[in-house]
Nanobody
Framework: VQLQASGGGLVQAGGSLRLSCTAS????????MGWFRQAPGKEREFVAA????????YYADSMKGRFTISRDNAKNTVYLQMNSLKPEDTAVYYC??????????????WGQGTQVTVSS
């Protein structure tokens, strides 16, 4: 499975971005999907995850109410809508895919990452 993330960029604090991650080479509808991020000098951290059907979603506490994960199985794509962005959200965002939904970075497949920079 190959994952291609996109949608990152530079945004002012309080703004919004929508990240996309498109999968190829596998059965997307059978995969759980997750988003993680890594800021400079910090460990990679969990952002959000969604079950294969989209019926279950999980968020890190600091993202609840601001970020929304969703998926379109017909397009083999998972999205991360990010609102009310803060400078501390600045990081490289990675999408991941695997058979089991989890908050831990135990996914089998990873995308290349997309940079999100939030200016104050």
């Amino acid at each position: 499975v190959q994952l291609q993330a996109s949608g990152g960029g530079l945004v002012q604090a309080g703004g919004s971005l929508r990240l996309s991650c498109t999968a190829s080479g596998g059965t997307f509808s059978r995969l759980t999907m997750g988003w993680f991020r890594q800021a400079p000098g910090k460990e990679r951290e969990f952002v959000a995850a969604i079950s294969w059907s989209g019926g279950s979603t999980y968020y890190a506490d600091s993202m609840k109410g601001r970020f929304t994960i969703s998926r379109d199985n017909a397009k083999n794509t998972v999205y991360l809508q990010m609102n009310s962005l803060k400078p501390e959200d600045t990081a490289v965002y990675y999408c991941a895919a695997g058979p089991v939904i989890t908050r831990f970075d135990e996914y089998d497949y990873w995308g290349q990452g997309t940079q999100v920079t939030v200016s104050s």
